[in-house]
């Protein structure tokens, strides 16, 4: 008999008998640990977005000294030992520097993105030391990437939306763009005016024009 | 209309991957289903980024390990990683569906990679494994086909059961596409379905059948399981 309110307390038992284990192993530290580096920095997501863009080794670096001891905390207290914190440590910020442009500040802090990032790297690891020779799962389960559905909100059907990703790339360039921004990112035509630098009208036409192809595609390909 | 939802301390051991594999498989496919869900999912991760990573969360922890890399590693570490080429191949997302009884249905996306076996059935149900190592725990697929139902049962252990297509009713109510229902042994139920249905389900243990004649069923607790 094991119901769900007890199946809870004994995972949070176990998670914390395994902390307080790896703890007692330890001398205690008796510095305040309250000191100014452990400020959350509001530079983590420029530094997210330099990685991401000009693959910044310094700004991954500022990255790593914040994040690498807080990761090891987590480690020790998901995984049980040090050492394999410290394989956390390396596969968490080895997929910070890799994935760093599927980062999206508009959706999220960077803590929580990297959080993202050490759950499912902690998971796998888990796994891994449970089951030999397992996919990771961890990515399909918490998918670390941010705009994953704004399109299923237009188009229920799979079948119907791939081939209106298709008819869509086939677009020219400048009406791609347009089209994209307004029902993929959801942008106001003013805010995309803006960022692309053209005129309110000249978003509206264009988007005009796209409709209007689209709309004869699908009526074509529909009989 | 989603009626069932996993409460909020399962969510939280969800979030935090403290759920094991299967059963982070089956609330993952609920919060794919359910804005709620979704919601409360980013609402409990961002608090558990901020208390992993923000000051307040080492206050509580004075008197924990000290924790130190040697500078040395620190740096060895970067430069090994900085070395390594951006991840930009873009990342798999087109549906996977499965035949359930000669009609499709587009599988959950943390069952992406999960090989699924194949169907036994067994008059009105049939149940398809998923390939998916999690100690005690089995995943499937059950199909329930129309007019059909399981004889009363109990849980040994605990089912988590995520209803993908169709609906079903219990001695407990109604439920519909996307409801998230755990039972456990204090549970009797006996689920009967009109339209027929699909379910996604992690058992933990083999039912058992409670009632008169069915007991003589009791066989197919493991199959079902
Ligand atoms: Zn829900």
């Known amino acids: 008999m094991l119901r769900i309110d007890d199946y809870v307390e004994q995972l949070k038992a176990r998670a914390m008998q395994k902390s307080v284990a790896a703890i007692d192993k330890k001398e205690v530290c008796t510095i305040n640990a309250n000191t100014m580096e452990n400020q959350v920095p509001p530079e983590l997501s420029q530094w997210l977005v330099d990685v991401a863009n000009v693959r910044c080794k310094r700004a991954f670096t500022e990255l790593f000294r914040f994040f690498s001891p807080k990761i090891k905390r987590f480690g020790i207290k998901q995984l049980g030992n040090e050492a394999q914190a410290n394989e956390l440590i390396q596969d968490t910020m080895t997929n910070v520097w890799k994935k760093a442009h599927l980062y999206n500040a508009d959706k999220g802090a960077a803590t929580t993105w990297v959080y993202t990032i050490m759950r499912n790297a902690s998971f796998d690891m888990l796994r891994r030391i449970k089951s030999k020779g397992e996919v990771q799962l961890a990515d399909d389960i918490w998918p670390t990437f941010a705009d994953e559905q704004p399109e299923e909100v237009m188009f229920g059907d799979h079948l119907m939306e791939k081939q209106m990703f298709n008819y869509v790339d086939s677009l020219p360039e400048a009406q791609k763009a347009v089209v994209k921004g307004v029902y993929y990112q959801e942008l106001s035509q003013e805010q995309l005016a803006k960022q692309l630098g053209v005129p309110v009208g000249t978003i509206k036409s264009r988007l005009r024009l796209a409709l209007a192809k689209l709309k004869k595609q699908l009526g074509e390909s529909n009989d | ?225």
């Open chain 2, 1 to 225: 209309m989603i009626n069932h939802h996993p409460k909020n301390d399962i969510l939280t051991a969800f979030v935090s991957g403290q759920l094991p594999a299967s059963v982070s498989v089956v609330v993952a496919s609920h919060v794919e289903l359910c804005e709620h869900c979704q919601q409360q999912v980013e609402l409990i991760t961002a608090q558990q980024a901020a208390s992993a990573f923000n000051s307040a969360s080492d206050n509580e922890l004075i008197g924990e390990a000290p924790i130190s890399n040697s500078e040395i590693d620190e740096l060895d570490m970067i430069d090994m990683i900085t070395a390594l080429e951006p991840d930009t191949a873009s990342v798999e997302t087109a549906p996977v569906e499965v035949a359930v009884n000669s009609k499709l249905l587009t599988l959950p996306s943390a069952l992406r990679q999960v090989v699924l076996k194949e169907w036994q059935g067994l008059g009105k149900l049939s149940r398809a494994r998923f390939d998916l190592d999690d100690d005690e725990m089995r995943m499937s697929l059950l199909h329930i086909d129309k007019g059909g139902s399981v004889p009363t049962h109990t849980h040994k252990g605990f089912e988590v059961t995520l209803l993908l297509e169709g609906s079903f009713d219990d001695e407990m109510g109604h439920y519909s596409v996307g409801d998230f229902i755990w039972l456990d042994g204090e549970h009797t139920h006996q689920p009967v379905t009109q339209e027929g249905c699909v379910c996604l389900t992690v058992s933990s243990d083999a039912i058992h059948f409670t009632q008169g004649v069915s007991q003589i069923l009791n066989p197919i607790g493991r199959f079902i399981y």
